[in-house]
């Protein structure tokens, strides 16, 4: 697909609301704003989140946020994110954002990045339970 073509098709069927299209302004202005994700790409996860009906979702890796938020913007009434990130400078920029996005989809508390948090003991090489995985 050509500039162009592409050019017309983002501007046809692209809906990035406003406070997306601000964080992607302001990542863009990072060393590392190759991280973040296309509003296409946003686009998509939204679309994703509710045609498989999801109420939750895991976020691993925040950077600035627009994947999470993306996310959180299409989930129901009631429906909450889990975002991981060891970056506590990146996962205040996020947080930031989806303060003032207000948490979404309604669920009240904004989702935000979690602070990092030791591995659990099998994966230290101690302990716990083979295939023990907690549902989110």
């Known amino acids: 697909m050509n500039e162009a073509l592409q050019d017309y098709v983002a501007e046809i069927s692209l809906r990035e609301p406003d406070l997306l299209q601000e964080l992607r ?10 991280m973040q994700i296309s509003p296409e790409q946003g686009q998509f996860i939204s679309l994703l989140v509710k045609a498989i009906g999801a109420r ?3 976020e691993v ?4 946020g627009y994947s999470l938020l993306s996310t959180a913007l299409a989930l129901p009434e009631g429906g909450s994110v889990v975002a991981l990130d060891i970056s506590e400078e990146w996962s205040a920029m996020a947080r ?3 303060e003032r996005a207000g948490g979404g989809g309604g669920g009240g508390r904004p989702p935000a990045p979690a602070r990092p948090r030791p591995p659990p003991p099998r994966a230290r090489g101690g302990g716990g339970a083979a295939g023990s995985v907690r549902d989110f």
């Open 61 to 64: 890796g925040v950077f600035t």
């Open 96 to 98: 930031d954002f989806a």
């Open 56 to 58: 939750r979702a895991l």
């Open 25 to 34: 302004s302001k990542t863009s202005e990072l060393p590392l704003a190759l």
